[in-house]
């Protein structure tokens, strides 16, 4: 039952945004450290997404040491995902070489991974940087345990992590809420 409860939970915080497509342009896609299991698909070698467990980001978003995580949770179907996403890109390349970590960290439906999913990691060079949640695996401690002001209720959602330091935003970022978020962590 509390499976049922957490799964509509999930579909319902997913649709709360609006679809729309937009094609963004990229320039940078660090790896990210954290363990994760292939997802293997459709045998497209430039798809290299990976699928992560619910216990495995937890563990991600809680390291301790002088990178800084940048993680968004979005979807491909949510237009403020999408209206974000060129500027983390933007801050990506401007921080090529320094020691912050971007993942984005998709929530569509495991059924939209081999398409929609793998269409907007390939059109954005951004395969590299998105693990794929299956929100069906979530438990009703998820949110709790991980965050203080994010219930899954909506996206996008920006966690932000150096050292014992942290940023939660729930909603799009602008350009200059997400300079100003991470110089304040680099300083």
């Known amino acids: 039952m509390k499976?049922?409860?957490l799964s509509t939970l999930v579909?319902?915080?997913l649709v709360s945004c609006k679809k729309e497509n937009q094609k963004i342009d990229d320039t940078a896609s660090p790896k990210d450290s954290i363990s994760v299991v292939d997802n293997n698909g459709?045998?497209?070698?430039?798809?290299?997404?990976?699928e992560i467990s619910p216990n495995n980001i937890g563990d991600y978003l809680a390291k301790n040491n002088d990178t800084l995580y940048v993680t968004n949770f979005f979807a491909t179907w949510c237009g403020?995902?999408?209206?974000?996403?060129?500027h983390f890109k933007k801050k990506m390349e401007e921080l090529k070489g320094k020691p912050v970590k971007f993942t984005f960290v998709n929530l569509d439906d495991q059924s939209e991974w081999n398409t929609s999913v793998k269409k907007f990691a390939e059109e954005n060079d951004l395969a590299k940087n998105i693990v794929l949640l299956d929100g069906k695996k979530l438990d009703q401690n998820f949110f709790p345990k991980n965050f203080k002001q994010w219930d899954g209720g909506s996206i996008p959602f920006t966690y932000m992590r150096k050292g014992t330091k942290t940023d939660e935003?729930?909603?799009?970022m602008s350009e200059e809420l997400l300079d100003s978020k991470i110089s304040s962590f680099l300083k």
């Open 3 to 5: 499976k049922i409860i």
């Open 80 to 86: 403020p995902c999408m209206k974000e996403i060129p």
């Open 169 to 172: 935003s729930l909603g799009m």
């Open 11 to 13: 579909i319902i915080t």
């Open 42 to 50: 459709s045998g497209n070698t430039a798809y290299i997404s990976k």
